[in-house]
């Protein structure tokens, strides 16, 4: 509950972002993780006792585009859009205000600036899709 009311917190202090920005970003990165294998060997987090897999910025951009591209197609970008996402400077906003409130977490080696420019929206989130007719 207490990460509800951080959340909500969040979304009143910082208006750049929709709710649906913030829960998308944790789904890539849960989607990086679990099918896309991302991530560097696992590290040790001293304060919950556990090993967890790191990706860096640059990766979590990258199954950000794959993840939106699967779960959007070519409406990828207009979705993004709509949540005031427009570059991938936008998601290491997300992500570092996530890490703020303790909803994710970084390491020592992180930095706001891995996010920035990591790709072009309109290139990236533009895929080429061909529509093919049945032979008649």
């Known amino acids: 509950m207490a990460a509800n009311k951080s959340l909500v917190r969040l979304l009143k ?9 913030y829960h998308f970003v944790r789904e890539a990165l849960t989607f990086a993780q679990e099918e896309l294998g991302m991530g560097a060997p696992p590290e040790f987090d001293s304060e919950q006792g556990v090993y967890e897999p790191h990706l860096t910025g640059q990766q979590l951009c990258e ?17 993004l859009n709509s949540w005031g996402v427009y570059s991938t400077n936008d998601f290491g ?6 890490i703020r409130i303790g909803q994710m977490k ?14 072009d929206f309109d290139e990236a989130l533009q895929e080429r899709f061909e529509i093919t007719l049945p032979d008649a």
Do not use: C, P, W
């Open 63 to 79: 199954a950000i585009r794959i993840y939106a591209l699967q779960q959007f197609g070519y409406m990828a970008k207009v979705v």
């Open 106 to 119: 970084k390491s020592k080696h992180d930095r706001r600036e891995d996010f920035d420019d990591v790709y």
């Open 93 to 98: 906003e997300i992500v570092y205000n996530l």
């Open 13 to 21: 202090e910082d208006t750049r972002y929709k709710l649906d920005a």
